[in-house]
């Protein structure tokens, strides 16, 4: 198994924790943006830079995901991909996105994006609190404790 990081939108915060989570449950954590990240040297941290361009990034993402493996997104299409290809996806507010949520999830999105395009000001989401931390370490932690090997 192996953890796959939208990284251009990901909290510092949140690849902090899974730094962590890598070294201490020996998890291949690959970032993925389309900027050169700095990480931390590990046998299981790496990054992945690709170009510029509309989901670029998550596109990439699609194509090296296995089917078990999990994905770091808030994005609701790439999470959806990931679930479709077979592997999971957790946002980093701790939510993980199941095929029994993911349909509900991508309306949701989609009516937010035609207010949005209809002159609605709908607001974006609040800041990354502790308690958002806490939720996401929690829950990483929770799946790797029944997907990750031992």
Same mark, same amino acid.
């Given at each position: 198994m192996q953890i796959w990081v939208d990284a251009d939108a990901c909290p510092g915060a949140i690849k902090e924790i899974l730094f962590r989570a #890598?070294?201490?449950?020996s998890v291949p954590v690959t970032l993925v943006a389309n900027q050169a990240l700095r990480t931390p040297a590990s046998p299981y941290i790496r990054s992945v830079q690709v170009p510029s361009g509309f989901d670029v990034a998550d596109k990439r993402i699609v194509e090296m995901l296995a089917a078990g493996?999990?994905?770091?997104?808030?994005?609701? @299409?790439l999470a959806a991909a990931a679930i479709e290809? /077979? /592997?999971?996806?957790?946002? @980093?507010? /701790?939510?993980?996105?199941?095929?029994?949520?993911i349909r509900e999830r991508l309306s949701m999105r989609n009516f937010m994006d035609e207010l949005r395009g209809? /002159?609605? #000001?709908?607001g974006g989401p609040s800041a990354l609190n502790q308690r958002d931390r806490q939720a996401f370490a929690n829950s990483l932690d929770s799946f790797l404790a029944k997907h990750a090997r031992p």
């Amino acid at each position: 198994m192996q953890i796959w990081v939208d990284a251009d939108a990901c909290p510092g915060a949140i690849k902090e924790i899974l730094f962590r989570a #890598a070294e201490r449950r020996s998890v291949p954590v690959t970032l993925v943006a389309n900027q050169a990240l700095r990480t931390p040297a590990s046998p299981y941290i790496r990054s992945v830079q690709v170009p510029s361009g509309f989901d670029v990034a998550d596109k990439r993402i699609v194509e090296m995901l296995a089917a078990g493996d999990l994905v770091i997104t808030a994005d609701i @299409p790439l999470a959806a991909a990931a679930i479709e290809k /077979g /592997g999971h996806a957790l946002n @980093p507010r /701790g939510e993980l996105y199941t095929k029994d949520n993911i349909r509900e999830r991508l309306s949701m999105r989609n009516f937010m994006d035609e207010l949005r395009g209809s /002159g609605v #000001a709908t607001g974006g989401p609040s800041a990354l609190n502790q308690r958002d931390r806490q939720a996401f370490a929690n829950s990483l932690d929770s799946f790797l404790a029944k997907h990750a090997r031992p």
